[in-house]
């Protein structure tokens, strides 16, 4: 199984503020890489395939990067409503696999 | 509106079986990979499915492999998932997944889409 290594576990920003998030994948998994956006009690919410492509809807102030084995989300001008736990995944091979996610909370 | 709804969970004892339904409405599911993720209480994202658009592409997690199966009616728009011989460590919310595309022969697998409310699975004696 290729196992997907977020960092940090969690962070604290404030509203207007760009963070990055850091995702690493234990083998190459070329630019198969999404990430999920998920808030208490609701269900994830998929933002970004391909490393780098906006799912239809997403905010332009997301925006991902990466190949092989290293990848960030990074989300600039931080809105109140991103405040949420993010997650990595890699679809490269079966069993796709989750990092362990990034809460992301208000400073 | 673009919707995908889970049903069927609920509280069932360890060695019990459950079947969970997932409708769709405002979309089409045929021609599309589908997708069954859980998170167990407090916990990340797991994933435990997927099923190509023509059913002939199948896969599961290991830790669910003879236990669980999953299918699919593209014509009632629904993905199904059965899941026998259930233990205490099944228990999660289980969602469904539209994916963007299709699982083939060159381009599988492929990322989540769409993602209903989840259903809850408990199993407790």
């Known amino acids: 199984d290729i196992q997907m290594t977020q960092s940090p576990s969690s962070l604290s920003a404030s509203v207007g503020d760009s963070v990055t998030i850091t995702c690493r994948a234990g083998?190459?998994?070329?630019?198969?890489l999404a990430w999920f956006q998920q808030k208490p009690g609701k269900a994830p919410k998929s933002l970004i395939y391909a490393a780098s492509s906006l799912q239809s809807g997403v905010p332009s102030r997301f925006s991902g990067s990466g190949s092989g084995t290293d990848f960030t989300l990074t989300i600039s001008s931080l809105q109140p409503e991103d405040f949420a736990t993010y997650y990595c995944?890699?679809?490269?091979?079966?069993?796709?696999?989750f990092g362990q996610g990034t809460k992301l909370e208000i400073k | 509106d673009v919707q995908l709804v889970e049903s069927g969970g609920g509280l069932v004892k360890p060695g019990g079986s459950l079947r969970l339904s997932c409708a769709a409405s405002?979309?089409?599911?045929?021609?599309?990979?589908m997708t069954w993720v859980r998170q167990a209480p407090g916990k990340g994202l797991e994933w435990v499915s997927s099923?190509?658009?023509?059913?002939?592409?199948?896969y599961y997690r290991d830790s669910v492999k003879g236990r669980f199966t999953v299918s699919r009616d593209n014509v009632k728009n629904s993905l199904f998932l059965q899941m026998n011989s259930l233990r205490a460590e099944d228990t999660a919310v289980y969602y469904c997944?539209?994916?963007?595309?299709?699982?083939?022969?060159?381009?599988?697998?492929?990322?989540?889409?769409?993602w209903g409310q989840g259903t809850l699975v408990s199993v407790s004696s």
């Open positions: 995944q890699q679809y490269r091979t079966y069993p796709l696999t």
């Open positions: 099923i190509s658009g023509s059913s002939a592409y199948i």
């Open positions: 405002g979309m089409t599911l045929s021609g599309y990979s």
């Open positions: 997944a539209r994916d963007r595309g299709d699982c083939t022969t060159t381009s599988c697998p492929t990322p989540a889409e769409y």
């Open positions: 083998q190459g998994v070329n630019n198969y």
